[in-house]
């Protein structure tokens, strides 16, 4: 009976400071990456005043565009407990079949960018399939579907480039630049942000979301409750597939070429944004808010280290740190009291 008791006492004792702001951190997974990418600006542009100019933030923006996009499908896929280790592949075979159809076989813009697209979303799906009806863990289906997709893009391309003097004006157009206020951005920016906005709509606002939060959760008490989870996680996939390809566009445009080399560690960037942005790797918590803030992280921490002529190797090193640490936050945050 005493025992009982004691239980009781825990847990009606008031929260310490710790406790509080676990609670706070795992009813809001967005706070973190978003205070330390506060404290990055900050320190940098003590250390170095023209990294916090317009002109440096502008392209800090710009540069994190395409991670940023692949790394919103990513989050999809990570809220449901899985991860996609062909976000890369995928966008890179999207872009070389946008690029080659437009510029080697005629076939207009519009359609071109249309079958890049549908490529991108049927690489999705097949994802999907095999994670949802093949019962493979999604670590192994990805990873074997990473050699399928980048293979295909390898021989679909010839290993050629194709410069931006061969490709219609409206795969380029991503990269066109204005003024927005004090900064200047890209259309391809927009068009990441717009679909952030459209995505966190989906995730909070949606039957669907609240299924792929269940289904991440878990899957087994989801299907118990009606969900079908096959039809969530391959709508997951796919739709994942299909923001690949839509990154293939703003990848077109920003680096004014389509070349089957781009974007070498696209796989763990986009994975390292999402981790730092505060989502779980064990499924069902994170935003796509805190992804976006996650990435954007990345890039000041990698620009702010060049303004100060730090080495490569040791920009590398403090990406690596900053997601062991955002890890270790996510360990403790799913530690909290009830």
């Known amino acids: 009976m005493s025992t009982i008791h004691t239980a009781e006492e825990l847990a ?5 400071p710790l406790e509080r702001l676990q609670r706070l951190l795992h009813a809001s997974p967005a706070i973190a990456p978003g205070a330390v990418l506060l404290i990055a600006i900050a320190a940098f542009a003590l250390l170095h005043p023209r990294f916090a100019s317009p002109t440096s933030l502008s392209l800090v923006l710009q540069q994190v565009a395409v991670i940023a996009a692949l ?21 890179i075979l999207s872009m070389m079949v946008m690029a080659t159809l437009a510029a080697d ?29 093949a019962r493979l863990p999604p670590f192994i289906a990805t990873l074997g579907m990473l050699g399928v997709f980048t293979a295909l893009g390898l021989l679909y391309s010839g290993g050629q480039s194709i410069p931006e003097s061969r490709l219609p004006a409206l795969l380029n157009r991503m990269g066109t630049t204005f003024p927005a206020g004090p900064f200047r951005i890209t259309l391809g920016v927009v068009l990441v942000l717009a ?17 792929v939060y269940a289904v991440g959760g878990d899957a087994e008490a989801a299907r118990l409750a009606g969900i079908r ?48 942005g505060g989502v779980s790797l064990f499924g069902g918590r994170g935003s796509l808010v805190g992804t976006l803030l996650g990435a954007l992280t990345v890039g000041v921490l990698r620009s702010g280290l060049s303004f100060a002529r730090v080495d490569d190797q040791y920009r590398v090193m403090a990406v690596g740190l900053l997601v062991i640490l955002a890890v270790s936050v996510d360990q403790w945050i799913r530690k909290v009291r009830a």
């Open 229 to 276: 989870v096959s039809a969530v996680l391959v709508s997951v996939y796919g739709i994942a597939g299909l923001v690949d390809g839509l990154a293939a566009w703003v990848l077109i445009g920003r680096a004014g070429a389509a070349s089957p080399n781009a974007i070498a560690e696209a796989n763990l960037e986009s994975i390292t944004a999402v981790v730092i």
């Open 71 to 91: 790394a919103a499908g990513q989050t999809l896929v990570v809220v449901t407990a899985g991860i996609d280790l062909s976000v890369g592949a995928v966008t």
């Open 195 to 211: 679909l952030y906005a459209f995505l966190s709509f989906a995730l909070s606002q949606t039957a669907w979301g609240t299924h």
């Open 105 to 133: 076989h005629g076939v207009a813009a519009p359609l071109a960018l249309a079958a890049g697209l549908l490529l991108g979303a049927g690489a999705g799906v097949v994802n999907g399939l095999l994670v949802a009806k």
């Open 12 to 16: 009606r004792r008031p929260l310490g």
